[in-house]
DNA sequence: TAGCCTAGAGAACGACCGTTCTCAACCGCA
DNA sequence: TGCGGTTGAGAACGGTCGTTCTCTAGGCTA
């Protein structure tokens, strides 16, 4: 419907950029340009509006993600240079998922199963990128990769700007050092 | 101050578990037993309760860290060692400082500023440890680590609780490829 | 034109927020 | 016993929250 996704699109913005709690729905409102009656027929509750919006940004984040990597020929070194344009992009404030779960994720069940679902689906993809590499434990790498990209972002988020890229490249090289080395890097173990 | 003392243990307590927004200044003077106007006499704002809860939390975390480090002859995987006892523990639910940049990091400047000065004293400690490793270049392994343990310490949040062990383990086993191998742990590179 | 349904604008509602104020009880001291 | 100063309990204040309700205007069918 075409309301619902003026909502969501403004909601996503506010919500992303200002945290959740801190955004009324008379803001959504206002920014969406939809009555407060209509946004609650397609929304029921401010909850169902947050799960839809963490969905939604589920999709697009991981699409852009697998999009960006696909086209690269070292796809797990592709992943921290994504990473590191996602960190330059004018908003850029860490991982929406992580921050609705520390803002939520104690009070709201849904939220927190939204949450986990995107984290389990990143991790899913990472260990298809690990199996791809040839590593001889695909989850042990996945979840090496989970927590280089997890740390990255969130050293991104709370250090200054110039701090978000060398987050991004520290996690790039230790991420090349783990999967036995990508082209052009350093090897772990010259000799 | 024996007030403050007993304001800030509560509220402590109480931000970190259900987060900064969520708790009203009523349930931190109930859950403290000091009257309201006493309360404000301490900490003139919430903003400055937050600001006092974030500083003590800094104190308490980097000396629990520290404390434990400093006994173990191979301090950078007893750094991850510590975390998996961390994660563990009732009530974890993540880096508070994470946290509350997610919630008011936006809106409010001195949490960002507290938030930030933890974490470049996090990342001054690994650096430390990082040159007592002998490290080639201290300052990228510094970075690398404090990578591996902010994102050791989301994805434990995140996850369900067997989750937060595998995620310190593989962030030690990460830790070990990059400092050169750890005693006891396998070599990136064996032959 | 008359009647009916829908939808938008925004007022209203009860709850709770951070903060301040009132007022009675209590203190050490004469 | 009387008294100024301090305290604690909690009411009060203005504001905002999520949610619901009212009321009006406008577009359909007849």
Redesign the interface.
């Known amino acids: 419907m075409e309301h619902a996704e003026r909502v969501l699109a403004a909601a996503g913005e506010l919500f992303y950029?200002?945290?959740v709690?801190?955004v009324g729905m008379d803001e959504v409102r206002a920014a969406s340009g939809v009555s407060l009656k209509r946004l609650y027929q397609c929304y029921p509750s401010k909850e169902a509006l947050v799960v839809a919006y963490l969905e939604r940004r589920d999709e697009r984040w991981m699409a852009a993600l697998t999009g960006y990597v696909a086209a690269r020929p070292d796809r797990v070194q592709a992943v921290f240079d994504w990473l590191e344009r996602w960190f330059g992009e004018d908003g850029f404030?860490?991982?929406g998922?992580?921050?609705a779960?520390?803002?939520?994720?104690?009070?709201s069940a849904a939220v927190r199963d939204v949450?986990?679902r995107h984290?389990e689906r990143l991790r899913g993809y990472l260990r298809s990128l690990a199996a791809e590499a040839g590593a001889a434990d695909p989850e042990?790498l996945a979840?090496?990769l989970?927590?280089?990209?997890?740390?990255?972002?969130?050293?991104a988020?709370?250090?200054?700007p110039e701090a978000a890229t060398?987050?991004a490249r520290?996690?790039g090289?230790?991420a090349a050092?783990?999967t036995g080395a990508g082209p052009g890097r350093a090897a772990?173990?010259p000799g």
Chains 1, 2 share one sequence.
């Open positions: 950029r200002r945290g709690r801190a404030r860490g991982c998922f992580v921050n779960y520390g803002e939520l994720g104690a009070d949450v986990r984290k042990l979840g090496q989970l927590v280089l990209v997890e740390g990255a972002t969130v050293t988020m709370t250090g200054p060398a987050a520290a996690a090289l230790a050092a783990l772990p173990c």
